[in-house]
Each structure stands twice: as structure tokens, then as C-alpha cells.
């Protein structure tokens, strides 16, 4: 699991990180909402929680927070403040956030929810995705081109259902072994070539191939 922590006081931010890092989880820190906001929008798939403090140079979480909802960016979000008042709380749950954590806390707690997040579905994550004339349903497990149905293996789903939701952006093989295999090391980039070669073959069938195209030196986009 990869965590993106969002907090101004870089001691704390670094402390977060260590933390979160002897339990297993991969974690970032950044230290100013304009940056935090940019990062999700542009890679919220590269992570599976934000721990968003409220008070933050540029942009305060609680504007962040909106925004990313606003755009139907559904990543758990754990909001950190110094405030405890009701209304206080009833803010930050009303601008999307999934928790609530008032600062001081014990680290054990943060733990607990962080916990407690990551094992929610994210049940507004878009099930169904168009684009061109490739059309899936996540739910059913089933992509259509043409009207016509692919036959594709687990991983084959997988691999175009994440082409599918970013599309026209090029994806390099780490970025697609990290999210498709789980793997970071570039010595499987075989794995990845030998599946886009077979899913080629299955989008040929449908006179759909040219839009999963290579990018020379930089990876493979799904063009629209």
C-alpha cells in the first residue's frame, strides 16, 4: 500500500513517513495543498490513501480535499487538524474527506484508521469507461469494441482497464508492472511487451489494434 502524506511540519511529515514505512507501507510526503492537489490529480492511481492535514501553505486540505471530489478523484482521504470543535469536523466530512483525526494523536490510532480506510471499497471508483469505441463494465468483468466482445485473460482485463483509465497518457513499463504486476523492477519488461503483443492480437480481431501504440523509449499510450 502507498500513502501519500500531506503535512507542512516537516518533522512530523518525515516522522508519518518512517512510521508508516517499518509497517510495510510505501509512503511520500509533500508539504503544501497546490503541490498535493496536483499530485493526485495527476497519479491518484499511484496511491491508496492521503493523510491530508487541514492547514497548509497555498491551498488549506479542505479545498483540496473539494477539488479532488469535485473531479470524481475517489482515493480515501484520513484529514489531520489541530481543530476539535463539531463544526470543525463536520467541514472537513463535508468536503469529502473519509476521516477525521485531531492532532494531537497517537500514532497507534492513525494506524487503525489508515487500517480501517484501506479496507472500504471505493464504491464511487467509476465501474463503467468508455473510451472511443472500447466500452467496459467493471462489474461483469467484460470489455466490448465494436459491440463485440474481447475474450481476454485476467491480466489482459487488468492491463487495458488501467490503458482505459488514463487514457492518452503514455505509461511507462515500471508504471505498469507497479500496477498491474505489483512488481518494481524493470528486469519483468518482458512481461509487460509479451501482454500488450497479446492484447494487440485481440484488438486486431476487432479492427482496433492502432490505438494502443508504442512510444519509443518512454512506453505505451492508449490513444483516443
Not at 503535512?7 to 510495510?24: M, P, R, T, W
Not at 487500517?115 to 467496459?136: F, I
Not at 503483443?197 to 518512454?218: A, P
Request: aromatic residues 6%; hydrophobic residues 40%.
Amino acid at each position: 500500500m502507498r500513502i501519500l502524506i500531506v503535512e507542512d511540519q516537516e518533522k512530523l511529515a518525515k516522522s508519518l513517513k518512517k512510521g508508516l514505512e517499518q509497517k510495510g507501507y510505501v509512503a511520500d510526503y509533500l508539504l503544501d495543498g497546490e503541490s498535493a492537489q496536483r499530485r493526485i490529480e495527476m497519479k491518484a492511481d499511484d496511491y491508496d490513501a492521503v493523510i491530508l492535514d487541514v492547514m497548509l501553505p497555498k491551498r488549506n486540505g479542505v479545498d483540496v480535499c473539494k477539488s479532488w471530489r469535485s473531479q470524481n478523484i475517489t482515493i480515501p482521504v484520513l484529514m489531520l487538524t489541530a481543530r476539535d470543535t463539531m463544526a470543525d469536523k463536520v467541514t472537513g466530512l463535508d468536503c469529502g474527506a473519509d476521516d477525521y483525526l485531531v492532532k494531537p494523536f497517537g500514532y497507534e490510532e492513525l494506524l487503525a484508521r489508515l487500517r480501517a480506510l484501506l479496507r472500504r471499497p471505493r464504491q464511487a471508483l467509476q465501474t463503467d469507461l468508455t473510451v472511443g469505441d472500447l466500452k467496459l463494465d467493471s462489474a461483469k468483468k467484460q470489455i466490448t469494441c465494436h459491440g463485440r466482445t474481447l475474450s481476454l485473460t485476467a491480466k489482459e482485463f487488468v492491463l487495458l482497464q488501467y490503458f482505459m483509465r488514463n487514457p492518452n497518457l503514455v505509461l511507462s513499463k515500471e508504471q505498469i508492472l507497479q500496477h498491474v504486476w505489483n512488481y518494481d523492477s524493470s528486469a519483468f519488461s518482458n512481461i509487460v511487451d509479451a501482454h500488450i503483443k497479446n492484447l494487440r492480437k485481440k484488438l486486431n480481431k476487432v479492427q482496433y489494434d492502432h490505438v494502443l501504440q508504442t512510444v519509443r523509449g518512454m512506453g505505451y499510450s492508449l490513444k483516443t
